[in-house]
């Protein structure tokens, strides 16, 4: 059956760059917001991005600035870009449709992000 489909991880200095996609289904896009949420070693997932259907976005503090959201809705994919990388970042990123900052579906596989010289 249909899955949400993370990829674009990889390995990254710090400073660098990557852009994660997230191949996902017309279900999974009917909710009204879809989101990225990151999982660092030992620690629970965190929703840190938010994208509404009309384009409305929401970002966490600790990437605003550097990382941003967007989604195509006409390829049923969302999108994370991510500059300035930091050695915090380091972790596996989940999408997922959000309601009231909770996931609505199974997850993905996951993409894993690792920041290190």
């Known amino acids: 059956q249909v899955q949400l489909v993370e990829s674009g991880g990889g390995l990254v200095q710090p400073g660098g760059s990557l852009r994660l996609s997230c191949a996902a289904s017309?279900?999974?896009?009917?909710?009204?917001?879809m989101g990225w949420y990151r999982q660092a070693p030992g620690k629970d997932r965190e929703l840190i991005a938010t994208?509404?259907?009309?384009?409305?976005?929401t970002l966490t503090d600790s990437v605003k600035g550097r990382f941003a959201i967007s989604r195509e809705n006409a390829k049923n994919t969302v999108y994370l870009q991510m500059d300035n990388l930091k050695a915090e970042d380091t972790g596996v990123y989940y999408c997922?449709?959000?309601?009231?900052?909770?996931?609505?579906?199974?997850w993905g596989q996951g993409t894993q992000v690792i920041v290190s010289s």
């Open positions: 994208i509404t259907i009309g384009g409305t976005t």
């Open positions: 017309l279900r999974h896009f009917s909710s009204n917001t």
């Open positions: 997922n449709g959000v309601s009231s900052g909770r996931p609505l579906f199974a």
